[in-house]
């Protein structure tokens, strides 16, 4: 057994925040600027410039790329054989809080969703997945999640035999209602599978998956690939104001489901996917 | 109507005039200097609350200009943090009521209602965007900030900021020209 103090995961939650919302992530800068290589829009080309130039500036000065700092999500996996001395939900809580005071993130969380609305000026509480995994390590994956994209998501549970035309026909079409609304150039996680709460789990981790990653399964890499070309076909781009650039990358995860069912999820990120990880 | 290597630039500043806003038409780029007002989702609200109590409204709307943002934190010795546009169509509930009280202009990204496209060509208001996700780039133009209303909503309090030559683009037209529609009609392969 091995034994972590709480104060290293507090540690680790506030360095990752702290790392990832002032900058574009490698995989991303690379593809903005293939991204600006290939648009054919003069417009959408000064807005991938001024997205690239943005970075440049954050860089230097330190400042987050974009004002909504997201809300913190957290992916955690816990060794069985780690003994966590403290309180687990409390320390995650207490990195994210002091990443966001010390790092002038902005704090866009709300206490009651429906009523009062009112802010909790810390950005906490963070949205927490733990899942138990063999081994006396701590895997910590964190994801900024901005509500201009969160809100264009959509989830459809379809029939089985909507099959590979339904759901990309589902996949598009919520690219399209989404249009300028979550920054495009965007990155499309498409979750398959499960159930309507899974999916749309899986959906959002495979917006964390690099641009560049294609699927291990054949199958599933086509889809990605044939979705892609779908939505860059729809003229949205940069900004959306039109262009050839619309989404940087769709990846696909997918899960065994039931014999009636056909979930889908689309979950969709602009471009700056602010997401890291850490091992403890 | 959509315009595209060769859109002009034109430098405009508040406050936003009738004879200013005609002029302007979707696709133009414009580098806007002068004194904007910021308010998204919780001072909307207030202010249309405001506006059905019979209360007077924390700034006059006159031919002026309201910013969609809810800045970061100003770092110390720094006038305000990355400050780029939220998304407007939450705002779209709200938007015609302050048009017909004199708002002459709105700053945001993403496309509005015909709702608030018809109170547009009806007083002749001009709807721009600035680049999402530019938050650190647009800061740099802004040269001023102060909260004058609705302290307690943090980064969604009203402010007056002095901007100075801002990049933004003409998104929909005092006669109702839609730069998103056109846009994408343009490049779709579809």
């Known amino acids: 057994m091995r034994i972590i103090d709480a104060k290293t995961i507090t540690d680790a939650v506030r360095q990752i925040f702290l790392d990832i919302s002032c900058k574009l992530a490698d995989d991303v800068a690379t593809a903005m600027e293939s991204a600006w290589q290939q648009e054919k829009s003069q417009r959408g080309k000064t807005i991938l410039r001024q997205l690239l130039d943005n970075d440049r500036i954050c860089r230097k000065t330190g400042d987050c790329v974009c004002q909504d700092t997201g809300m913190s999500i957290l992916f955690v996996e816990v060794g069985q054989d780690v003994h966590i001395e403290g309180n687990f939900e409390e320390a995650v809580n207490q990195g994210v809080r002091e990443a966001y005071t010390a790092g002038y993130l902005r704090k866009s969380i709300v206490e009651d969703p429906l009523y009062e609305r009112k802010n909790t000026e810390d950005n906490t509480p963070a949205i927490i997945h733990t899942r138990l995994v063999q081994g006396d390590q701590i895997r910590i994956e964190a994801l900024a999640k901005g509500f201009g994209s969160e809100n264009m998501s959509a989830i459809r549970m379809m029939a089985p035999s909507a099959g590979e035309a339904g759901v990309l026909d589902f996949i598009v079409q919520t690219v399209k209602k989404a249009g300028a609304n979550p920054c495009p150039p965007i990155v499309v996680g498409v979750g398959i599978g499960g159930d309507f709460e899974s999916v749309a789990g899986l959906a959002k981790r495979a917006t964390l998956r690099s641009v560049f990653s294609r699927s291990p399964d054949e199958r599933y890499k086509q889809l990605e690939i044939k979705a892609l070309q779908l939505i860059n076909k729809t003229g949205i781009g940069p900004g959306g104001l039109g262009g050839t650039v619309t989404a940087l990358a769709v990846n696909v995860e997918q899960a065994p489901t039931h014999i009636a069912g056909l979930p889908v999820a689309v979950n969709i990120s602009c471009h700056a996917v602010r997401h890291g990880s850490v091992v403890i | ?190």
Do not use: W
């Open chain 2, 1 to 190: 109507m959509t315009k595209d290597a060769k859109d002009r630039v034109i430098y405009l500043t508040t406050p936003l005039t009738v004879d200013k806003r005609v002029r302007l038409q979707a696709g133009d780029r414009v580098l806007l200097s002068g004194k904007i007002y910021t308010a998204r989702d919780a001072a909307h609200k207030r202010l249309l609350d405001q506006i059905s109590n019979g209360q007077s409204l924390p700034f006059a709307l006159q031919d002026q200009v309201i910013y969609y943002v809810g800045p970061a934190p100003a770092r110390p010795g720094r006038v305000i943090g990355p400050a780029g546009p939220t998304t407007s169509y939450r705002m779209d509930r709200y938007t015609p009521e302050l048009l017909d009280r004199g708002l002459s202009g709105m700053i945001g990204k993403g496309d509005r209602s015909p709702e608030v496209v018809a109170a547009m060509k009806r007083n002749q208001a001009v709807y721009f965007c600035a680049t999402g996700g530019a938050a650190a780039l647009l800061a740099q133009s802004i040269v001023r900030s102060e909260i004058i209303a609705y302290e307690d909503l943090g980064p969604e309090a009203i402010r007056v900021l002095t901007v100075r030559e801002m990049p933004l683009i003409v998104a929909i037209d005092a006669y109702g020209n839609n730069l998103y529609e056109e846009g994408i009609r343009q490049f779709s392969q579809e």
